[in-house]
């Protein structure tokens, strides 16, 4: 078999990573795993900061082009594939994206800084053996409650976020969620919450993100 | 007017919108939302906007949020009108879309951070936390040692030319400008170079003078 042009660099334990992995999944492209050893501190090497001037991960490689930032991979993807797999993830026409988006910022600019700080204090640090900040988990568990409030108010009306179809806008929450539901005593934030229970067991069980859980768990 | 923009025209996402409206030369309504009576927070307001924040948008039927979803609403429902913020080419839009999103997630988290240390506490009265300042602005620093790399090889953030990429950084770029925290876009000389650039902009001169 020929090598995928699409390449992934970084491990699929990382939630932006996982973001992309899931994406290209949901899309039905075949890519390639590349391996970066984080605790060589791969990722700050200059071959790798040529890709990704930031030194994070992921980066990601399609023919002869080069990004980084996975909300931006994942759009590029739904915008080169839109009938490949699952077709509908950035809409189809500019009014449906235009919401999509609107949730996706959503993801990107209130859920994502509270459920990270809780997903690195709650799963990451303890694995690093670093110490937890609990002012900080409260404050940033407080901040997430008042989100999920607006989830929950949402859901009630709209099977997605965005509509009736799964897209990027509930995609993009895999990651985070995936860990404080499995990894942490915080699974309660979203299961006391009936309509984003309810979401939460819907995007979880999809076997595009099964498959990207298997591949962390590897 | 089918277009109205609801909000505070001292708020950055709000600019963030105006910046956009202005450079594509579309007439709108601007509806101003009284923060300080808590306006964002009635329910009228919230079915606009369900997080309670500024700004809140609508075009005809259609009703958005979240200042990034608006402006790209803008740049690709109206490519014809004023300036194109967008490129066609969908490799080369792919590279503008990279860098819209390294403003969202790396610039504006420690920029708009340092606006409020810097520029919005003075104005309400409040006290600079200067140790918050400190760690602010190291983080900034390095997310503009990028900048200015990145801006040696391409004369905008997303290529050749200005697209939204470099628009959404106008409105904490305004503030920060008023602030001691110009000095570190100073310090980097294509930096420098391209924000004098990009805030020099009639359009962006003219939302911000009216």
Redesign the interface.
Known sequence: MATPPVKVYGPPLSTAVSRVLVCLLEKDVPFQLVPVNMAKMEHKKPDYVKMQPFGQVPAFQDDDITLFESRAICRYLAEKYPNKGTAGLFGTNPLVKASIDQWLEAESQSFNPPSSVLTFQLFFAPLMKLKQDEALIKQNEAKLEKVLDVYENRLGSSRYLAGDEFTLADLSHLPNTQFLVEKTDKAELFTSRKNVGRWWSEISTRPAWKKVVEMQNA | MAIKLYGTAASTNVLRVMACLAEKELDYEFVNVNMSNKEHKSPEFLSRN??GQVPAFEDGD?K??????IT??LA??YPDNGTNLIIHD??KM??V??W???E???FD?FGSKLAWELAYKPMFGLTTDETVVEEHEKNLEQ?LD?YE??LSESKYLGGDCFTLADLHHLPVLKYLFGTKAKRLFDARPHVSAWAADIQSRPAWVKAITA
């Not at chain 2, 958005?64 to 979803?69: D, K, V, Y």
């Open positions: 369900p997080f259609l958005l949020f979240e200042s990034r979803a790209q609403y690709h429902t969908p490799k792919a590279i879309g990279v819209i999103e390294v969202a997630q790396k988290r997310v990028v790399s990145r």
